[in-house]
């Protein structure tokens, strides 16, 4: 992989969070206070104005970048959640000019490790990790099999899909959700779909 596929996938990213705003907004005003689609478009305009400035970096000091920006300027729970992911990714990448497969793979579950311990959760706690980490697992696995690009693509959206419902019918043990108890059954859980739209939007850009 190379910047300019990071590039392209922020651009992704945030055509698919803004053509989504309708169902995040109303899923975090549903269980928790609303703010999550103004804190993940917040994050996606601030990484649309970083792209000249990542453009001519490595992909690892490119999400090092991204990490610490999205640090200083996304609030809520997710925006230091989100940030310590790219952090991170960055820091598996570095001095790894042009990453393979295999090398994206272990840098996403570095990402993925690094929201689990900042976050102190886990799987099944209605969070976004419920998205996260099954995709992760399923990355690493196709990435070391060789998998083919379009196939791969088509799992992870697929994993990521299927595992964003599953938040339906949980009650969530941290975050604000889990305040609310039972009452939370029936609602995906907003970060699980934010994650679920941006995986989606990223392997869109790979087929
Ligand atoms: P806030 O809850 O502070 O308003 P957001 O609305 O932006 O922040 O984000 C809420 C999302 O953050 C939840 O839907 C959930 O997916 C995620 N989240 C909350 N707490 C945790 C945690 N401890 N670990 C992982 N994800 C979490
Ligand atoms: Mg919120
Ligand atoms: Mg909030």
């Known amino acids: 992989m190379k910047t300019q ?6 651009e992704a990213v945030q055509a698919a969070i803004l053509a989504n705003e309708s169902q995040i907004e109303s899923l975090d005003r549903a269980i928790g206070d609303g703010d999550h689609f103004i804190n993940v478009r ?7 104005g970083l792209r000249g400035e990542i453009a001519p970096l490595p992909p690892g000091e490119a999400f090092g970048k991204i990490g ?12 230091p959640l989100i940030s ?19 090398q994206f793979a272990a840098a996403f579950a570095a990402g993925v490790e690094a929201i689990k311990s900042r976050g102190k959760a886990d799987l099944g706690e209605k969070t976004m990790l419920d998205v996260l980490i099954p995709v992760s697992r399923l990355l690493q696995r196709l990435a070391e099999q060789g998998a083919p690009l379009p196939a791969l693509c088509g799992q992870l959206a697929a994993e990521a899909h299927r595992n964003m419902l599953a938040t339906r019918d949980m009650t ?6 889990s305040f609310l108890g039972e009452r939370a059954i029936g609602h995906i859980d907003p970060g699980s779909k934010t994650c679920e739209v941006a995986i989606a939007a990223v392997c869109d850009t790979l087929k």
Request: aromatic share 4%.
């Open 5 to 10: 596929h990071i590039i392209e996938a922020v």
């Open 84 to 102: 310590s992911f790219f952090i991170a990714m960055g820091k598996s990448l570095a001095g790894i000019a042009e990453p393979d497969r295999v």
């Open 68 to 79: 610490m920006k999205l640090l200083s300027t996304i609030g809520g729970a997710s925006g």
């Open 42 to 48: 917040r994050g996606c305009e601030v990484l649309m």
């Open 172 to 177: 969530a043990t941290k975050g604000r959700a």
